[in-house]
């Protein structure tokens, strides 16, 4: 085949083209100078110029038309071009792909946390994902409940371990109870039920109270029940959001706090706690998975979804 005074043989000219020569191509086309192509390709005026000839001269045509005002393309260069896109666009295509791929093999699994009930089992079941896939990525995010809930509607969390305050109106959510519990009040020198805290909360609403910042399910609960009551809340208050230190807090401030029949073990190391407390089913909490509805999942994730479930809640 002869074009332009240039013998080809197109089979052999196509094994002879690299990829860089496309996009090589492809800038000086766009910028139709050797300078422009060079500041885009960050290479020198003089080696853009060398690898255009290199092509032309496995192809066998002229791409461009040189003059003092620039590179002007050729029809041909027009679909050399045009078919670098194309091959651009694949080769995108298949890099998603093999990034699909290799998702579903090495796998990363985002997990929120804000279920301190449920700590030891949660961090049992993902010692158990790891040990059978050692390539598995696991992310784990501790934040307030409505960060999460946040995070998992926009797809940056994959499931969640909370509290199940309300969350029954929202239908976007699958749930899964994995612990149930209920409420009383404490300090280092005492213990009441919630009845008999909020029977005489006029008093014990003057004492200082340690407890979680606003939008963590249990201060939700109490913050609710109180103002059912029409009660208003303490004034003298510390708040926090993390279980560092906590302990240490109510021993050096004999602070009061509204805590969960699961702390049980630690404060008894201070006080003599009551036989039994009167519950109060607006402080029964529930906690445990959650994920969103309808959402197609890598197999990882759906595998580290159905291990927790397998997980039988408490009653």
């Given at each position: 085949m002869n074009i332009e005074g240039f013998d080809i043989d197109p089979h052999s000219a196509m094994k002879n083209m690299k990829l860089r020569y496309f996009r090589v191509i492809e800038e000086i086309f766009n910028a139709?100078?050797?300078?422009?192509?060079?500041?885009?390709?960050?290479?020198?005026?003089t080696a853009v110029s060398k690898a255009c000839l290199e092509v032309e001269n496995i192809l066998g045509v002229k791409l461009f038309t040189r003059?003092?005002?620039?590179?002007?393309?050729?029809?041909?260069?027009?679909?050399?071009v045009e078919t670098s896109r194309i091959i651009k666009a694949e080769l995108e295509k298949l890099a998603h792909k093999v990034n699909e791929f290799k998702e579903i093999r090495t796998g990363t699994v985002n997990i929120g946390f804000q279920a301190p009930a449920l700590e030891k089992r949660i961090?049992?079941?993902?010692?158990?994902?790891?040990?059978?896939?050692?390539?598995?990525?696991?992310?784990?995010?501790?934040?307030?409940?409505?960060?999460?809930?946040d995070m998992l509607e926009s797809g940056?969390?994959?499931?969640?371990?909370?509290?199940?305050?309300?969350?029954?109106?929202?239908?976007?959510f699958d749930m899964s109870v994995m612990h149930r519990d209920n409420c009383f009040a404490a300090s280092r020198e005492s213990s009441m039920s919630i009845p008999e805290l909020l029977e005489g909360w006029e008093e014990?609403?003057?004492?200082?109270?340690?407890?979680?910042?606003?939008?963590?399910?249990?201060?939700?609960?109490?913050?609710?029940?109180?103002?059912?009551r029409d009660l208003q809340p303490p004034n003298?208050?510390?708040?926090?959001?993390?279980?560092?230190?906590?302990?240490?807090?109510?021993v050096c401030t004999n602070g009061w706090g509204i805590l969960p029949l699961y702390a049980v073990p630690v404060i008894e190391k201070y006080i003599i706690l009551n036989d039994h407390y009167d519950m109060l089913e607006e402080m029964k909490l529930e906690s445990g998975l959650v994920w969103m509805k309808n959402h197609t999942r890598t197999p990882h994730i759906e595998e580290a979804i159905g291990m927790f479930l397998n997980d039988h809640p408490d009653q």
């Amino acid at each position: 085949m002869n074009i332009e005074g240039f013998d080809i043989d197109p089979h052999s000219a196509m094994k002879n083209m690299k990829l860089r020569y496309f996009r090589v191509i492809e800038e000086i086309f766009n910028a139709q100078s050797l300078v422009g192509a060079s500041s885009k390709l960050n290479l020198t005026p003089t080696a853009v110029s060398k690898a255009c000839l290199e092509v032309e001269n496995i192809l066998g045509v002229k791409l461009f038309t040189r003059s003092n005002s620039g590179m002007m393309p050729t029809e041909i260069c027009q679909s050399i071009v045009e078919t670098s896109r194309i091959i651009k666009a694949e080769l995108e295509k298949l890099a998603h792909k093999v990034n699909e791929f290799k998702e579903i093999r090495t796998g990363t699994v985002n997990i929120g946390f804000q279920a301190p009930a449920l700590e030891k089992r949660i961090m049992s079941g993902i010692a158990q994902l790891k040990t059978k896939d050692a390539a598995l990525k696991i992310r784990i995010v501790y934040r307030e409940r409505p960060y999460l809930l946040d995070m998992l509607e926009s797809g940056e969390l994959d499931f969640a371990f909370v509290d199940f305050f309300q969350l029954n109106q929202n239908k976007s959510f699958d749930m899964s109870v994995m612990h149930r519990d209920n409420c009383f009040a404490a300090s280092r020198e005492s213990s009441m039920s919630i009845p008999e805290l909020l029977e005489g909360w006029e008093e014990n609403r003057k004492k200082l109270w340690i407890l979680p910042v606003r939008g963590v399910a249990l201060r939700e609960r109490f913050d609710a029940t109180l103002s059912a009551r029409d009660l208003q809340p303490p004034n003298n208050i510390i708040e926090y959001n993390s279980s560092v230190g906590l302990e240490d807090l109510f021993v050096c401030t004999n602070g009061w706090g509204i805590l969960p029949l699961y702390a049980v073990p630690v404060i008894e190391k201070y006080i003599i706690l009551n036989d039994h407390y009167d519950m109060l089913e607006e402080m029964k909490l529930e906690s445990g998975l959650v994920w969103m509805k309808n959402h197609t999942r890598t197999p990882h994730i759906e595998e580290a979804i159905g291990m927790f479930l397998n997980d039988h809640p408490d009653q």
